[in-house]
């Protein structure tokens, strides 16, 4: 979940965001997948250059950051998965607006379409990101499961809170390595 360069990587205007592990958890949670031939999926998001396609003024978050013109446009560096974390034989699912993955994307049917009952939930953010996944996800039917170790959130004592109070309810939650020998055994 919205792993790219301008939300926690070189490109960033949020360097609190990349928790102490968080780029290198996901890596070993994404290499564990493939090999276990399981999908992965990015969920990225952009805004066009004239914002067509999103909700601009609705969201005091969003009119924060669109006070800078060229934030996460398509066809930009910011908007590219971490290269660390990208696969030739990856996915990507784009939108272009709300803060989950699911809300005007194709993502549930491509899910289906490929058997997908359980997702492995990774990424940022905890603030609005992995709860907006993990609820949407579970609404429509799905397991979800969050890598405690491969998610972040500012700041970090709110993380830990919503993993607790919210997740919890929502989502088995485990560590990275729990999930990757669970993968390596299936």
């Not at 965001?17 to 493939?34: K, V």
């Not at 607790?164 to 390595?177: D, E, G, P, V, Y």
Request: charged fraction near 20%; aromatic fraction near 6%; proline fraction near 5%.
């Amino acid at each position: 979940m919205e792993m790219q360069r301008g939300v926690v990587g070189d490109l960033t205007k949020f360097p609190d965001l990349a928790d102490e592990g968080l780029i290198d958890n996901t890596a070993s949670l994404l290499r564990a997948a493939r090999a276990a031939g399981m999908p992965v999926v990015h969920c990225t998001a952009a805004f066009r250059a004239d914002r067509a396609g999103s909700f601009t003024d609705n969201c005091p978050f969003i009119v924060h950051l669109l006070k800078d013109p060229g934030h996460m446009l398509e066809g930009t560096p910011a908007v590219e998965v971490l290269p660390e974390l990208w696969d030739d034989g990856d996915l990507e699912s784009r939108r272009y607006h709300g803060f989950s993955p699911f809300t005007g994307t194709t993502l549930d049917r491509r899910l289906r379409a490929m058997g997908v009952t359980h997702l492995l939930a990774a990424g940022v953010s905890l603030n609005l990101g992995i709860p907006g996944l993990a609820l949407e996800a579970v609404n429509l039917g799905y397991h979800v499961t969050v890598a405690t170790d491969a998610v972040a959130g500012v700041p970090r004592d709110y993380a830990q809170a919503v993993m607790k109070h919210t997740i919890s309810l929502l989502a088995t939650r485990r560590t990275t390595a729990d999930l990757v020998a669970a993968i390596k055994e299936r």
